[in-house]
C-alpha cells in the first residue's frame, strides 16, 4: 500500500528505456532495448517508504537492431510475444539501502509466468523538470540478473545463454 502523502506519478513511455544483455554463442551479449513502457509509481519525496511502481513493457518493442533476429527472439521458445505481448513488473515492497539506493523486490510476469525479481535502484533525481511543461519527474535507474529458463524459456540453451541483464532508465511525472 502506498504511503500516506505518497504522489502518483506516470512512467513516462519515451524516457523509460528498458536494456537487455544475454550471451550469444559465447562470442559476445547481445543487446537489446525495448522502449514504450507504462505504468504508475507512488512515491513519497526523499523518501522510499511506501514507495510503489507498476510497470507495463511492450515486448513487441524489443529490438536487437535486425528484424530477422527480432523475430526469432519474438517465438515461441523465446519470449512468445505472440501470446504474451506485454510483461508486467510489480513491486511488492522496497528495501531501503539509503537515501538513493534500495533494492525493489516485485513480481515480474513474462511468457504468463510470474516469479520474484528484486531490482538494485538507484533514485537519480526527484524535482521539478527543467523544461516546458516543468512537470515534478523523478528518475531512477535499475539492474537485475534474472535466469531465461525461470520463465519457461529454454530453447536455443546451447547458443543463447541463460542469464539475462538487465538495466531500466525510468521517469515519471505528474
Known amino acids: 500500500m502506498p504511503a500516506p502523502g505518497a504522489a502518483v506519478y506516470s512512467l513516462d513511455p519515451v524516457h523509460t528505456r528498458i536494456a537487455i544483455a544475454i550471451d550469444h554463442a559465447g562470442f ?3 543487446i537489446g532495448t525495448v522502449s514504450g513502457t507504462t505504468g504508475t509509481l507512488h512515491l ?3 523518501s522510499w517508504e511506501g514507495a510503489q511502481v507498476v510497470a507495463d513493457i511492450p515486448l513487441s518493442r524489443l529490438d536487437f537492431g535486425d528484424g530477422d533476429w527480432n523475430r526469432a527472439v519474438a517465438a515461441a521458445g523465446l519470449l512468445d510475444s505472440g501470446r504474451h505481448p506485454t510483461a508486467r513488473f510489480r513491486s511488492l ?13 516485485g513480481e515480474l510476469t513474462l511468457r504468463g509466468t510470474t516469479r520474484e525479481v528484486v ?13 516546458p511543461p516543468f512537470r515534478q519527474t523523478a528518475g531512477f535507474s535499475a539492474t537485475a540478473t534474472l535466469s531465461r529458463a525461470d520463465f519457461g524459456s529454454t530453447a536455443w540453451g546451447s547458443v543463447i545463454g541463460d ?3 538487465v538495466r531500466v532508465e525510468l521517469e515519471a511525472s505528474r
Not at 119 to 131: F, I, Y
Open 93 to 105: 515492497r522496497v528495501e531501503p539501502l539509503d537515501a538513493t539506493r534500495a533494492r525493489i523486490h
Open 44 to 46: 513519497v519525496p526523499d
Open 163 to 165: 542469464a539475462v541483464e
Open 28 to 30: 559476445s551479449k547481445a
Open 119 to 131: 531490482l538494485e535502484a538507484v533514485r537519480n533525481g526527484q524535482r521539478r523538470h527543467p523544461l
